[in-house]
């Protein structure tokens, strides 16, 4: 069930821009919680029901990414990272510490809800039963999928995975042997049209791969097809 007014984490050292954030987080419906640092922000999550955080690289006390990695040892919702910094080695540090989007400021008011929207609504829906399509567990060889519970076992040990990893690879294993270019991944995980974005689906690939094998670099399960995309392999 769909959470009637999700709850939105945004943290920021510039009350300004959280402000601003707010007031527009707040106009499309969400109810909006501030933190100022990373040490904050964990208080806040620690005492409130989350469901996405927004939050800026370079911060007091606690910067970003180190406050996204805390989240991450028990935490799967969306993080999306708000920075000045726009350069593509700066995005896939974000994304390969944890974030599931990045945005860079100065920030496009329509995008940011636009990608908000995104994130939530895969964050929310994810593990959603449509008893006509879908089972709630996927198992191929030692990898068993529970759409349900949103939670994933490799030979049968518990493996944390973030909620776009999950989507990910929930999208591989109901279409096993099927290979889904960058571009494909990203519209049917993200829900937006697709440009540019090799990246940002090679870093959550290499995150599943590096959570569910036992040697990443011959994986059994994850598979790159090489000039065309990834799959996983039938067992």
Do not use: C
Request: aromatic share 6%; no cysteine.
């Amino acid at each position: 069930m769909e959470i009637k007014e999700p709850v939105i984490l945004v943290v920021d050292d510039d009350k300004d821009i959280v402000g601003a954030i707010a007031k527009l987080l707040e106009m499309e419906g969400y109810k909006v919680i501030k933190a100022y640092d990373g040490l904050e922000a964990l208080e806040k999550l620690t005492e409130n029901s989350i469901q996405l955080i927004l939050i800026d690289v370079m911060m007091p006390k606690l910067d970003g990414l180190s406050t996204m990695m805390k989240i991450r040892a028990t935490e799967n919702i969306p993080i999306l990272v708000l920075s000045a910094k726009s350069e593509d080695t700066d995005k896939v540090l974000g994304l390969s510490m944890g974030a599931d989007d990045y945005i860079t400021k100065p920030y496009n008011p329509m995008e940011l809800v636009a990608r908000v929207r995104s994130n939530l609504r895969r964050y929310m829906q994810l593990g959603a039963i449509d008893t006509a399509n879908k089972t709630d567990i996927i198992e191929i060889g030692g990898l068993e999928l529970d759409t349900q519970a949103k939670s994933l076992k490799v030979d049968g040990e518990p493996v944390k995975l973030t909620a776009t990893e999950l989507k990910i690879l929930e999208l591989l294993m109901k279409n096993a042997g099927r290979i889904f270019s960058a571009e494909e991944i990203y519209s049917k995980v993200w829900n937006e049209d697709a440009y540019a974005v090799e990246n940002t689906v090679m870093v959550h690939i290499r995150h599943i791969r590096e959570k569910i094998e036992i040697n990443p670099r011959e994986p059994k399960y994850l598979k790159v097809v090489w000039g065309i995309g990834y799959k996983i392999e039938k067992i």
